[in-house]
């Protein structure tokens, strides 16, 4: 008896699945894909830094005039930190919040004895995009309950879709050189702090006075 032999569907139906059962085996092969930091090389320090000639305060006071001049709202200040937010709509259905972060620390390692303060600034940029989601109307009916109708609203809300730190030197070189500018006024909103003169107290007087000795008799 002459053996069957696999018809032309059955043959290709078999390749199928053994090629797929090969993918299979090369997908779990393969390793995951990692995600890559090599942009987190740290090995800059002036990025994000910017030495002044002026005190914590006084730096701090510029970078606020600074934002406040571009447009930011100032979210919180301090005499060592501050913070603003400025929104954009680059596109029809994108928003962009960008959100500036600087902290001024005092500088040790200042020139000629002078008190120095860095301002670390940083950037973060939310992106966000419109989503829409559908109401369908009920209506209650009677005896046989609510009733969903084809009748629907739609309300648009903002969803995050991305945040990233923005790394753009130029960006940060033209925040520092406005922080410069805004320097003499700060200094004359908030002068240097300097030492109080302390004035000794006078010694403690006793009210118990020394009895004078008395006259010898002769």
């Not at 739609?154 to 320097?183: C, G, H, P």
């Amino acid at each position: 008896m002459p053996a069957m032999r696999p018809s032309p569907l059955r043959a290709a139906a078999l390749l199928l699945l053994l090629a797929s059962s090969l993918l299979a085996a090369c997908s779990t092969l393969t390793p995951a894909r990692r995600v890559s930091y090599d942009p987190e090389e740290f090995d800059s320090t002036t990025t994000h830094t910017r030495s002044y000639v002026a005190t914590e305060a006084q730096t701090c006071e510029a970078a606020r005039r600074a934002l406040l001049s571009q447009g930011y709202m100032v979210t919180s200040a301090s005499a060592d930190g501050v913070s603003g937010r400025k929104s954009f709509q680059p596109a029809a259905e994108v928003h962009v919040e960008v959100e500036f972060r600087v902290v001024c620390a005092r500088d040790i390692n200042a020139r000629n004895g002078a008190r120095g303060s860095i301002a670390f600034a940083s950037a973060l940029q939310d992106r966000y995009g419109i989503k829409k989601v559908n109401n369908s109307a009920t209506v209650g009916v009677g005896a046989i309950g609510s009733l969903s109708l084809p009748f629907s609203s739609s309300d648009d809300a903002l969803v995050k879709v991305a945040s990233e730190t923005l790394t753009d030197e130029r960006l940060y070189d033209r925040f520092f050189a406005l922080i410069d500018r805004f320097l003499p006024a700060a200094a004359e909103a908030r002068p240097a702090e300097t030492s109080p003169v302390v004035t000794p107290e006078p010694l403690f007087e006793s009210p118990l006075r020394p009895v004078p000795p008395s006259p010898s008799r002769g």
